[in-house]
């Protein structure tokens, strides 16, 4: 794993996109099989969780890849608000327990560990990766290869249609975009693993299925316009970089 990494940062992120991807995605088909969803698939994410973080952590990268502190204060991000507001946004059309005590625990451990796994390996491992040979390709890339990440969707028995994987999609990329904004700005992964593992866990909890197409429709664009896109034009424009 060192050597891999010491050979090609790019080539070692890559490979472990590719590995969770699948990995996950054969982890989650198997837990339907059990009849227990994501069973396998938490248990799988508890694992390559630790072995990202002590290997991150033995080596000293922790600062690095953001496993630190931010050095810009919350306020000057608008202390997260407009994520949070994203996080819960799936509360709205009421609450629900969609699955069984045990189904639960299961989808909020995978889903916490899957905002660790996936915000160091898209943002932190291949990001600072390409970031020092071209810094608008890296935000570019990341961004992009997170959201298409989430195409697997269309594949893995989750139940979505291929109407509502396309607007997950969508969503991923553009969270893609402000998140690596927040970690090239802050400096520290922690504000994005907490608003990922946070948004990702809520969905056990979200009622689905309540609003008509066309206002499902419009609260998708308020929040893809105003909240995701406002917030980045902030980013970009307002807000300093690590000091």
């Known amino acids: 794993m060192t050597k891999l990494y010491k050979k090609s940062e790019i080539t070692f992120a890559v490979v472990w996109i590719v590995a969770y991807v699948v990995l996950s995605?054969?982890?989650?088909?198997?837990?339907?099989?059990?009849?227990?969803?994501?069973?396998?698939?938490?248990?799988?994410?508890v694992a390559m969780m630790l072995i990202l973080f002590?290997?991150?952590?033995?080596?000293?990268?922790?600062?690095?890849?953001?496993?630190?502190?931010?050095s810009v204060p919350a306020k000057n991000f608008l202390y997260y608000i407009p994520l949070a507001v994203i996080a819960f946004a799936s509360l709205l059309t009421g609450i629900e327990l969609r699955f069984t005590a045990l189904?639960?625990?299961?989808?909020?451990?995978?889903?916490?560990?899957?905002?660790?796994?996936?915000?160091?390996?898209?943002?932190g491992f291949l990001f600072r990766a390409m970031e020092k040979d071209n810094l608008k390709t890296a935000i570019i890339v990341s961004s992009l290869t997170f959201g298409l990440g989430h195409i697997v969707n269309l594949f893995n028995g989750s139940g979505r249609t291929p109407a509502s994987s396309a607007v997950q999609i969508i969503f991923?990329?553009?969270?893609?975009?402000?998140?690596?904004?927040?970690?090239?700005?802050?400096?520290?992964?922690?504000?994005?693993?907490?608003?990922?593992?946070?948004?990702?866990?809520?969905?056990?909890?979200?009622?689905?299925?309540?609003?008509?197409?066309?206002?499902?429709?419009?609260?998708?664009?308020?929040?893809?316009?105003v909240v995701l896109g406002g917030y980045l034009l902030y980013l970009y424009k307002i807000a300093p970089k690590e000091e």
Not at 180 to 208: D, K, Q
Request: with cysteine; proline share 3%.
């Open 25 to 45: 995605s054969i982890a989650d088909n198997v837990s339907a099989d059990l009849g227990v969803v994501k069973s396998i698939t938490s248990v799988l994410h």
């Open 54 to 70: 002590f290997w991150i952590r033995k080596n000293g990268l922790m600062k690095k890849y953001g496993l630190c502190k931010p």
């Open 103 to 123: 189904e639960t625990l299961c989808f909020v451990v995978s889903m916490c560990c899957v905002g660790f796994i996936e915000e160091v390996i898209f943002r």
């Open 172 to 225: 991923a990329v553009l969270i893609g975009f402000v998140l690596v904004t927040v970690f090239y700005r802050g400096g520290s992964l922690i504000p994005c693993i907490i608003f990922h593992s946070v948004n990702n866990a809520i969905g056990a909890f979200g009622a689905e299925g309540q609003l008509d197409p066309r206002t499902e429709m419009i609260v998708n664009l308020i929040l893809i316009v």
